[in-house]
């Protein structure tokens, strides 16, 4: 899969045309890092003592594939995204602050052990990040502490 996913997007090419400063060269990457980054993360995500339970059941190899491609349109990719909308999918599952937060840790962590530019790392967190009120059960979960 990371080599077939490396050939559709042409290899080495996969820059992210708006990243930084206006001028300065986009930060390479490459989708197969990407891939890594996520296969990681579910493995610990599944595993997790505070979200783990929450993945019990789930399909690990349909949650990569279409989170997959879900990174890969912020990134920049034309390939298009087949999965379920964000709202819908997690809409009963009962996600509250804590566990949004615990998510947001173990990406960062599988983030800084990775290939991804540092740039492209804050981008993904912060995207992330913008889907908190999609993604969490009730309004009052959403506003800060
Ligand atoms: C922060 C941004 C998030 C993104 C980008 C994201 C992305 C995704 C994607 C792409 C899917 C699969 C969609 C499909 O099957 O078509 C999914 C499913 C799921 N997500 Fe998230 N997710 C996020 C946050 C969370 C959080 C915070 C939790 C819980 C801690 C969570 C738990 C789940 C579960 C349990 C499923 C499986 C649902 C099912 O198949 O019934 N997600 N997510």
Avoid: C
């Avoid at 349909?62 to 349109?73: D, G, N, Q, S």
């Amino acid at each position: 899969m990371a080599l077939d996913s490396r050939q559709q997007a042409g290899a080495d090419s996969g820059d992210l045309s708006d990243a930084g400063a206006p001028g300065e060269k986009p930060e390479a990457w490459e989708p197969a890092w990407v891939l890594e980054v996520l296969e990681r993360f579910y493995d610990r995500v599944f595993e997790d003592l505070m979200i783990g339970y929450l993945f019990r059941g789930k399909d690990r190899a349909r949650l990569i594939a279409k989170e997959w491609e879900w990174t890969l349109r912020l990134f920049g990719d034309s390939r298009p995204y087949t999965g379920r909308g964000m709202r819908e999918v997690h809409r009963g599952l009962g996600i509250l602050r804590g566990h949004f937060d615990r998510r947001q840790t173990i990406l960062e962590e599988v983030l800084k052990e990775s290939r991804i530019p540092a740039g492209l790392q804050r981008e993904w967190l912060q995207h992330n990040e913008s889907l908190r009120s999609l993604i969490l059960e009730s309004e009052s979960e959403q506003k800060p502490a």
